[in-house]
């Protein structure tokens, strides 16, 4: 599964940017200018360039007594958060549940951007995005416009 590729289709909101070519010391920049730009997901995915990188982030978590087995492959950012996507994380769901969770604090509708707390929304019980009850009928397929599931499964 090709994660970058997976963001630009489900993420059209944003400006998805690669900086998996660039050293450490310009990856600490790049969390500046994210900062200043909510609408920006910076992907970093794992190479001989970065891994220092990724490895004082391991270090870090280790000497904080998290350890994990399965080295961190991609590290997504925005604003200032981020995610850690690890070796053996291969379900697409969880990883849309994440970014949506724990990347973005999802809390509009996927559709119309409307606030959540304005709206009747259900959320995707697979991807937890929330869709407004407006925005389901406008739907030209109906499946979840982030992860694709069918939405007759969700709507019981
Ligand atoms: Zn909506
Ligand atoms: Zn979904």
New binding site residues.
């Given amino acids: 599964m090709n994660i970058f590729e997976m963001l630009k289709n489900n993420y059209k909101s944003y400006k998805i940017n690669d900086s998996s070519d660039i050293d450490t010391i310009q990856i600490m920049k790049i969390c500046d200018i994210c900062i200043a730009n909510p609408d920006i997901i910076v992907y970093v995915k794992k190479n001989v360039k970065n891994k220092l990188y990724f490895d004082v982030i391991e270090g870090f978590e280790k000497s904080n007594g998290i350890y994990d087995s399965n080295p961190i492959e991609i590290i997504l950012i925005n604003k200032d958060n981020y995610l850690y996507i690890r070796k053996n994380e291969t379900d697409i769901?969880n990883i849309?549940r994440s970014i949506n969770k724990n990347l973005l604090n999802c809390d509009e509708c996927c559709v119309c951007y409307e606030p959540k707390e304005n709206i009747k929304h259900i959320l995707?019980?697979?991807?937890?995005?929330p869709i407004c009850v407006k925005c389901i009928p406008k739907l030209n397929q109906k499946i979840?416009?982030?992860?694709?599931?069918d939405f007759k499964v969700?709507c019981i």
């Fill in positions: 769901c849309m995707c019980n697979k991807c937890q995005t979840c416009p982030q992860c694709k599931i969700l």
